[in-house]
Nanobody
Framework: VQLVESGGGLVQPGGSLRLSCAVS???????????MGWHRQAPGKERELVAQ???????QYNYFVRGRFTISRDNAKNTVYLQMGSLKPEDTAVYYC?????????WGQGTQVTVSS
């Protein structure tokens, strides 16, 4: 299973970015994936959950992004998205896409998001 993230970059506080994670390999369709989502890791901090989407389509968010970020998926494109808005400097981190399916977890390589003026 390969996960390829894109969409990171430098953005000013209050701005928006959309991250994408394309899934390929032995998972032919993400519609049946147990859980997929995003974690992030800031320098000197532990990796933390940002948001995830469950196989039934329900979504979960960590408190610090609720109301600002939206996770979604496009089954036809085998891609999961993270729409980020009202970005703050504390959102600066490497964002990792992940898939949990049939007892195994797969990770992308990460994409850097920097929020700074």
């Amino acid at each position: 299973v390969q996960l390829v993230e894109s969409g990171g970059g430098l953005v000013q506080p209050g701005g928006s970015l959309r991250l994408s994670c394309a899934v390929s390999g032995s998972i032919s369709s993400i519609s049946g994936v147990n859980v997929m989502g995003w974690h992030r890791q800031a320098p000197g901090k532990e990796r933390e959950l940002v948001a995830q989407i469950i196989v039934d389509g329900s979504t979960q968010y960590n408190y610090f992004v609720r109301g600002r970020f939206t996770i979604s998926r496009d089954n036809a494109k085998n891609t999961v998205y993270l729409q980020m808005g009202s970005l703050k400097p504390e959102d600066t981190a490497v964002y990792y896409c992940y898939v949990y399916h049939n007892g195994r977890t797969y990770w992308g390589q990460g994409t850097q998001v920097t929020v700074s003026s």
